[in-house]
């Protein structure tokens, strides 16, 4: 809880020179959480008890979410300072990448990684999957769709018009055409915030589109990794390597929250209802806190039920009866 990481985080603070706010977003296996616009209304708060400062800390862990929120979010925080560095204890993927663009410095750890920032668009239009009897729809994402026209010019050698026309309506039979002028929508709108991100960062200005290229394109995946040696040396980020005082401390404060929100513990209902049916369960997957703003957390409550299907076979039941952001002070009340 918060008052187990309290000294940590002050701790932090004067090492850093800095007022310390830390966003974590489950990455726990059928527990994930994303970055979404929901955060703004918790970090407003946590800011205005921090007030106008000079410089600000933001622990974050995410491998991602939404990139208007993540834009959105770097612009509140810095309207509170003059000074905004990230720091990444472990995973800051995606729109958490972004979010580290627009700061004046990345503290990483030997650990840390930053990723690709190309982003999956996810819609009304967008295909459906059948799992376990329910319908799903499925994010389209940029890569790959530029992927599958690039390998049909580049691999396969086609550069007939006629045909690159075939291959582009054989497309949209499985992709409807709104979801891919989507996709373009999503590539030129990350490419634009990620400009304009980047001119809040200590990067040489003639450098910002061969970043901008990499986080886009050229990484090749979206799962790629980078480190904080190629992140400096070869994309010319401002990176910050921490001494072994402001290591421990980062350490212990993820170690903590990792436990918390049982990150490596991944949540499968059949295993829980092994130990009791019904089970009663409460995740916790995402949290912002601060030391005198108290912690905002986002719950998952419910509970699991098995029974038996008329066939004789059984389906599980999920009863979700809280979902949403709720504060807890300083002693986790």
């Given at each position: 809880?918060?008052?187990?990481?309290?000294?940590?985080?002050?701790?932090?603070?004067?090492?850093?020179?800095?007022?310390?706010?830390?966003?974590?977003?489950?990455?726990?296996?059928?527990?994930?959480?994303?970055?979404?616009?929901?955060?703004?209304?918790?970090?407003?708060?946590?800011?205005d008890v921090i007030g106008d400062t000079d410089k600000i800390s933001l622990i974050l862990y995410s491998n991602g979410g939404s990139t208007l929120a993540g834009w959105s979010l770097v612009n509140l925080i810095r309207s509170f300072c003059n000074d905004f560095e990230v720091i990444v204890p472990f995973r800051c993927q995606s729109t958490a990448t972004l979010i580290c663009l627009g700061t004046d410095r990345i503290v990483m750890t030997k650990q840390?990684?930053?990723?690709?920032?190309?982003?999956?668009?996810?819609?009304?239009?967008?295909?459906?999957?059948?799992?376990?009897?329910?319908?799903?729809?499925?994010?389209?994402?940029?890569?790959?769709?530029?992927?599958?026209?690039?390998?049909?010019?580049?691999?396969?050698?086609?550069?007939?018009?006629?045909?690159?026309?075939?291959?582009?309506?054989?497309?949209?039979d499985k992709i409807h055409p709104l979801s891919l002028g989507n996709v373009y929508k999503s590539k030129s709108q990350i490419q634009m915030l990620a400009e304009k991100l980047l001119k809040y960062h200590q990067i040489d200005p003639e450098n910002i589109p061969k970043v901008?290229?990499?986080?886009?394109?050229?990484?090749?995946?979206h799962d790629y990794t980078i480190y904080r040696t190629e992140a400096k040396e070869e994309l010319?980020?401002?990176?910050?390597k921490p001494d072994m005082a402001?290591?421990?401390?980062?350490?212990?404060?993820?170690?903590?929250?990792?436990?918390?929100?049982?990150l490596r513990r991944p949540f499968i209902p059949n295993i829980f209802l092994a130990t009791s049916n019904p089970f009663n369960y409460s995740m916790r997957r995402a949290l912002i806190e601060s030391i005198n703003g108290g912690c905002d957390v986002f719950l998952s409550e419910g509970v699991l039920s098995k029974?038996?299907?008329?066939?004789?076979?059984?389906?599980?039941?999920?009863?979700?009866t809280f979902e949403g952001w709720r504060h807890e002070n300083i002693l986790g009340d």
């Open positions: 809880m918060l008052s187990d990481r309290i000294n940590n985080y002050k701790k932090i603070e004067e090492l850093r020179n800095s007022k310390l706010i830390v966003y974590c977003t489950s990455d726990r296996q059928n527990a994930e959480a994303n970055i979404g616009s929901d955060i703004l209304a918790p970090f407003v708060n946590h800011l840390a990684t930053l990723g690709p920032i190309d982003p999956s668009t996810n819609g009304l239009m967008n295909p459906q999957v059948n799992i376990n009897g329910q319908n799903i729809r499925v994010p389209v994402s940029v890569e790959h769709v530029n992927a599958f026209l690039d390998m049909a010019k580049n691999d396969l050698g086609i550069r007939d018009s006629d045909e690159l026309k075939d291959i582009y309506l054989k497309l949209t901008i290229s990499f986080l886009c394109s050229d990484s090749g995946s010319g980020l401002n990176i910050d402001l290591y421990d401390e980062i350490k212990a404060v993820y170690q903590d929250i990792e436990k918390e929100m049982e029974q038996a299907l008329p066939d004789g076979k059984s389906a599980i039941q999920d009863n979700r």
